[in-house]
């Protein structure tokens, strides 16, 4: 597959919020707000593109040697969470601007199954490095976008009249159901 | 025998190698914290409600350490809270000036003119983009009560079309101040009585027009004042809360009333 061909599946063909289901959870957490669904973005692809790149060395060079694959799940979790760890020691000692903008997103991507969900995919789909590689970045842009455009709605839903009974997260479940359905429509593109 | 070791051996060894490498990380990238914030973080509720406009009680913590928030920040702890974080910051609690909102406007449904009758959502955010609201006066509350609604200790109340601030329930948690699409609301110390309830800054024949309460900058204050208080811009009249004696003169003289006490609900007329 090419590259090109890559990014455009996941970010909307295959986009990991609206078609693949995964990351919901921050999804409707944090995409109140444009700037704070930016933060998110921006955290999102700089882990997932890390640790795509690390856990990709480690099924190669450990999983696969000894014949462990079915430990992937639990060695990919443990990956992440000290992945995210290390991150946020090294961000806080380098770049306290960057830890402030990235704020409470960043240990909160420890959960984030987008993380794991790309890690796990690109082992599957049996990606090489620079497959992996952009296979991450895409599926996080992808995650982002989801989430930019969602908060977009929503900024705008604060000043719509919705029902009383479907105000809050029934209206923003209601409006992410629209959103995969218009995400539907990029299905016949590869 | 080798397919328990393995997957113990790689699995036990990953756990130990990541293990040892975030101690020596957060070793080696410790960043030294002010220990001020600890402590203060230990005093505040641990609620985390937000009230205090910062994200939770560490961000609260860290601001009041960084100088950048009063200790007497969180509105939920009230004073016994924020004599104990004066302690630690070595400020005397009592120093501090009790702040509340106010809302600088009372041009109600009598006083002021409409250019329009709006009859969308009941938002004044909405309704602000409606040729900046329906009031003639583009500076003046707009009575959407969307302040009232952000208002978590219900100190806001809308009276004939403008919003008043109860100062005794007023936490000072900035929400209203915040949410205002037209930023009339201000904090402003809870001692000082009388404020200037007008943002307009336009000319005074334009007030005149619009609103029969407004401050036409006439300037009657800053004339009468015994202490100097009055500063004038852009024909609107502002007190300066560190220097007001609240002795009343202002208000007595000023002719349209936009000078009133913060304290009275309704002008009496």
Known sequence: ????????????????????????????????KMETATGMGVAVTFVV???????????????????????????????????????????????????????????????????????????QEGYNLIQTIFNAIGSSLG?????????????????????????????????AGLMSIAFLGFNGLI | MTDILNPIIVLGGLGLGFGV????ASDIFHVDVDPKIEEIRSVLPGANCGACGFPGCDGLAAAIADGKAPVNGCSVGGMPVAERVAEIMG?????????????????????????????????????????????????????????????????IEMINGVAFVDKDKCTACMKCIEVC?????????????????CKSEDAGKVVRNNCSIGCIGCQICVKN???????????????????CTNCGICAEKCPTNAIFSSAVKELAV
Not at chain 1, 7 to 13: D, E, N, Q, S, Y
Request: net charge negative; with cysteine; charged share 20%.
């Open chain 1, 49 to 123: 593109t890390l640790s795509s790149i690390l856990t990709y060395f480690i099924q190669k060079g450990i999983l696969d040697k000894l014949g462990l694959e079915y430990l992937q799940t639990i060695v990919f979790i443990l990956v992440i969470a000290a992945l995210v760890q290390f991150v946020e020691l090294v961000i806080k000692k380098m770049s306290p601007t960057l830890y402030n903008a990235l704020g409470v997103y960043l240990p909160l991507i420890t959960t984030n199954c987008v993380v794991l969900g790309v890690a796990i995919l690109n082992i």
């Open chain 2, 91 to 155: 400020e005397d609690a009592e120093d501090m000036k009790k702040m509340v909102a106010t809302v600088l406007c009372q041009g109600d449904c009598d006083k002021a003119k409409e250019k329009y009758e709006y009859q969308g959502i009941t938002d004044c955010r909405a309704q602000n983009i409606q040729q900046a609201g329906s009031k003639s006066c583009t500076y003046g509350c707009l009575g959407g009560g969307t302040c009232q609604e952000v208002c978590e200790f219900d100190a």
């Open chain 1, 1 to 32: 597959m090419s590259i090109a061909t890559i990014l455009i599946a996941t970010i909307f063909v295959n986009n990991y919020v609206f078609a693949r289901f995964l990351g919901i959870c921050p999804f409707l957490g944090v995409s109140n």
């Open chain 1, 143 to 175: 995650f982002t976008l989801a989430l930019i455009l969602a908060s977009g709605v929503r900024e705008k839903l604060e000043l719509a009249d919705v029902p009383e009974a479907l105000k809050g997260f029934p209206i923003a479940l209601i409006t």
């Open chain 2, 21 to 24: 490498l975030l101690s020596i």
């Open chain 2, 181 to 197: 699409p037209k930023g009339i609301i201000e904090l402003v110390p809870y001692e000082n009585e009388f404020v200037v309830k």
């Open chain 2, 225 to 243: 004042c015994p202490v100097d208080a009055f500063s004038f811009e852009n024909y609107l009249a502002k007190i300066d809360y560190d220097i």
